[in-house]
């Protein structure tokens, strides 16, 4: 077969007049040993092949030359068609049947065929074995210039990288080869784009190498038993391309072979491709992806049965895609490009396996709208180069169905900005099994509904699993939304070293409001921005709020009706509520830096009056101020908190309501300055003690409103009067709380 082999390349590579001097030798070899070829009649020409069947050469009109239209070399014990020359007007419309048969049991009922070539257009050509190339039609393209091409094989004995042609000047009706294409291009030339290139391609083996089908025109259903592993080397190579294509169905891998300075390898049409149906994997390379692909027109849908490595899915300019199934991973490179992509719609993508990218690669967008997304295990980028938009990023311009990741969304290993990205316009839903990781680069691993820096846009419900955890990069790991449904973090919001990382900023929450099964953990940040921003009704976190020595963690809302912590508020920089709180209650303690660095609870304006309904902390509150209707030098409302409890300690805190220090900047002394009416506390219980700071001078802490009901703290009950204005005096003995004398209660 070697030796075969290196008899075909050196037969494709000899003129046409070395041909004839080589038949006249081979034909005098032949004498004495095997009859050569015989015309038997006008239509039919029979010769023995090399491994001695019996080949018989048919046309349905036209008269055969032998001398002049067959050119034969002998190898092995019979003769090789080198070239079968079909040039006679007669054969016009011809079909040709090339038959072999075993003789006495010799031969093996194959055979095969160098070149056979036509200027007229014929009707078929059948070979009952291998064909290497042919070149067949008038000038007229806008007809077929061949009906059909059946044969067993296709470039077999072809085993270099340099392909070998089938060209057609006008249409080809069918091609139907039962076994493998190797190292062939089938190319036809039609007059216009929408005349028939290639009717239909039905291949029952592999298509493998220097290979490719490429028209001018349409191309109808492609039927592909086995793997299609092609590289371009040559024109036409690589590449299933035509105007449009109708359904694609390869039973085994689409593979790019990599070859330096190749080009992509891709199946392609310029405005219509139908459904696309790969058995196993979609495989490109680094440099030369697998494409799958329409220039300005839609794409039904694509069904990989394997995993896409390198490869790249979707429209150019003017077109949608249908549905987009993987059954097993995306895989891409630094540069691989996206993975799916359509300019205009895309349907809904599914992904049994992961979302992986080393670098750029990997995205899933749309121009306009994209259906849904569903992944069924990680979403995972890392690498990348560094304020370049990263990989494994899901995206849409318009609006953006529910996105499903079945296990963890990991930017943690990029540099790339946007790296493992969920933004659009509008989101329905989002679902996380595992956590959310983000990286190194802006905005990564973040969740935008309106758009990155924006946020403004509708999501739906959202559930993770586990925790969010920010990266180095600004914003990373951050969710930016006005939610329409309810959202719940099964883990803890963890802040990282960028700013504003792990952060969720909401203009809406709807009920059952937020849910933060851990803790909020700032204890890493290095700026103050604010941890959650929201406007709902409640707020829920299992565990604790912590910030960094008085940085992070801070908290703002609108208006809420509950806000339940688990734990304790540890050093945080607070929480800020501009609309009132119906309940606040905390299971631990809440504690600020120190004295002078206290940890604010600041509520502006009441619902209805109200700024908080019931505030209650099971443990203690040290280094805290709350605080009620007011700003920074200004009193802002008259409000009210109903009730105030407390089952530890008051340690060196204020609370104070629609009320201002004076000049000495300190609560608790004579010059604080409150409203002449409407802001009041109800009943305030402290089970433990209430003490300023011992052993400091100069300070002073207080319980100031216009109107105090009731006061009790270690089991004291203060003897208030009742009414607005009235126990004013805040140096009066029974004004005073604890021992450190700096800790009292009065009215403005």
Do not use: C
């Not at 044969?151 to 085993?159: C, V």
């Not at 039927?223 to 694609?248: F, M, P, Y």
């Not at 794409?299 to 549905?323: F, K």
């Amino acid at each position: 077969m070697r030796k075969f082999s290196r008899l075909v390349a050196t037969i494709m590579k000899t003129s046409h007049a070395s041909r004839q001097q080589r038949t006249a030798s081979s034909l005098e070899r032949l004498e004495g040993r095997i009859a050569p070829a015989t015309l038997i009649n006008p239509t039919t020409v029979t010769y023995h092949d090399l491994d001695g069947d019996l080949v018989t050469v048919k046309t349905s009109v036209g008269t055969f030359d032998l001398a002049s239209q067959f050119t034969f070399f002998s190898m092995g014990s019979g003769e090789l068609l080198a070239m079968l020359k079909l040039n006679d007007p007669g054969f016009q419309g011809a079909t040709i049947t090339i038959t072999a048969k075993t003789v006495a049991g010799t031969g093996d009922g194959s055979v095969n065929v160098g070149t056979i070539a036509s200027s007229n257009d014929l009707a078929g050509i059948t070979v009952d074995g291998d064909l290497n190339s042919a070149a067949i039609g008038d000038s007229s393209v806008g007809t077929l210039g061949l009906g059909l091409l059946h044969a067993s094989s296709l470039g077999r004995t072809n085993q270099t990288l340099s392909s070998s042609g089938i060209t057609v000047f006008g249409g080809l009706g069918a091609l139907n080869i039962a076994h493998r294409v190797n190292n062939v291009v089938v190319l036809t030339t039609t007059a216009t784009p929408s005349d028939i290139g290639i009717g239909s391609v039905a291949i029952g083996g592999s298509m493998l190498g220097a290979a490719g089908l490429v028209t001018s025109g349409t191309i109808g259903s492609v039927k592909i038993g086995g793997d299609v592993s092609l590289v371009g080397v040559g024109s036409g190579s690589g590449r299933i391309q035509g105007a449009t294509i109708g359904n694609v169905t390869i039973g085994g891998d689409f593979t790019a072979i990599a070859v330096p300075a190749g080009p992509a390898v891709s199946i392609g049409a310029d405005s219509g491709l139908g459904l696309v149906t790969i058995g196993g994997d979609v495989r490109g390379t680094t440099t030369i992806p697998a494409m799958i692909n329409v220039f300005a027109g839609n794409l039904t849908g694509v069904r990989i049965g394997g995993s896409l490595y390198n490869g790249i899915i979707g429209t150019n300019s003017a077109g949608s895609v249908g549905d987009v199934h993987i059954g097993g991973d995306i895989v891409a490179a630094q540069a691989a490009g996206p993975a799916i992509f359509s300019a205009v719609d895309l349907g809904a993508v599914s992904v049994r396996g992961s979302l992986i990218s080393d670098g750029e690669g990997g995205s899933i967008g749309a121009g306009h709208d994209l259906a849904s997304v569903k992944i069924g295990g990680n979403v995972r980028v890392f690498g990348g180069h560094g304020g370049v938009q990263g990989g494994a990023r899901i995206f849409a311009n318009g609006a953006l169905g529910n996105v499903v990741i079945g296990g963890s969304l990991d930017a943690g290993g990029s540099v790339d900005d946007l790296a493992g990205s969920i933004s659009a316009a509008s989101i329905a839903g989002i679902k996380i099994k595992g956590y959310v990781q983000g990286g190194s680069g802006v905005d990564s691993a973040g969740i935008f509904a309106g758009g990155p820096g924006f946020g403004g846009g509708p999501l739906g419900a959202v559930n993770i699993g586990g925790s969010v955890r920010g990266g180095a990069g600004n914003s990373s790991a951050s969710i930016q939304a006005a939610v329409t449904g309810p959202v719940k973090i099964g883990g803890s919001l963890v802040t990282g070293m960028g700013d504003s990382s792990a952060s969720l900023h909401f203009t809406s929450v709807a009920a059952p409001g937020l849910s933060i099964g851990g803790s909020i953990d700032a204890r890493a940040a290095v700026t103050d921005a604010p941890a959650i921003t929201m406007g709902g009704t409640v707020l829920t976190v299992k565990g604790s709020i912590l910030g960094n020595n008085g940085i992070g963690g801070r908290v703002e809302a609108g208006v809420l009706d509950k806000l339940t912590v688990g734990h304790s508020i540890v050093n945080t920089s607070g929480i800020k509520i501009t609309a009132g709180v119906g309940a606040f209650k905390v299971g631990g303690s809440i504690r600020g830096f120190s004295p002078a660095a206290p940890l604010l609870i600041n509520v502006l304006f009441g619902n209805a009056g109200v700024a908080i309904g019931s505030f209650a902390v099971k443990g203690d509150v040290e280094n805290t101020n709350l605080l009620a209707g007011t700003l920074p030098g200004s009193i802002v409302n008259a409000v009210t908190i109903g009730s105030v409890t407390v089952g530890g300690d008051w340690i060196a805190s204020n609370l104070a309501v629609s009320t201002l220090p004076g000049n000495d900047g300190k609560f608790g002394t004579a010059d604080d300055a409150g409203l002449s009416s409407g802001s009041s506390i109800g009943s305030i219980v402290i089970g433990g003690v209430g003490e300023g700071t011992l052993f400091v001078g100069g300070d002073s802490f207080g319980i100031v409103a216009s109107e105090i009901d009731s006061l009790k703290i270690n089991g004291k009950t203060f003897a208030l009067t009742a009414g607005a204005h009235n126990d004013t005096d805040p140096t009066l003995a029974a004004h005073n709380i604890g021992w450190s004398l700096d800790f009292t209660v009065h009215e403005t």
